[in-house]
């Protein structure tokens, strides 16, 4: 019976992953949206920054930014607790 399970579970990942890489957008061709040319013409008047890219993690993505931040923050936080333990 587990060997079922494990088949089937296989299964559905291999199509997952197939179904994946036939439908995966072309390497290098422009997207389908028009996303980009929005930043790009109003990210100056509404956020005031004169990088793009500044403006889409600051300001577009500032809550992303800020959790990623915090991940990182508490990595950083968990290994030097760490390593003081070890020390002792």
Known sequence: ?????????????????????????PFGE???????DYFIDNGQN??????????IVFDYRGYDTLGEATVLFTAVAGVAVAFRR???
């Open 1 to 25: 019976m587990n060997k079922k399970i494990g088949f089937f579970a296989f299964a559905v990942v291999f199509v997952f992953f197939f179904l994946s890489a036939v439908y995966l957008h």
């Open 86 to 88: 070890l020390k002792k």
């Open 46 to 55: 509404e956020t005031g920054a004169n990088n793009v890219v500044t403006s």
């Open 30 to 36: 422009p997207s389908e949206t028009d996303m980009d």
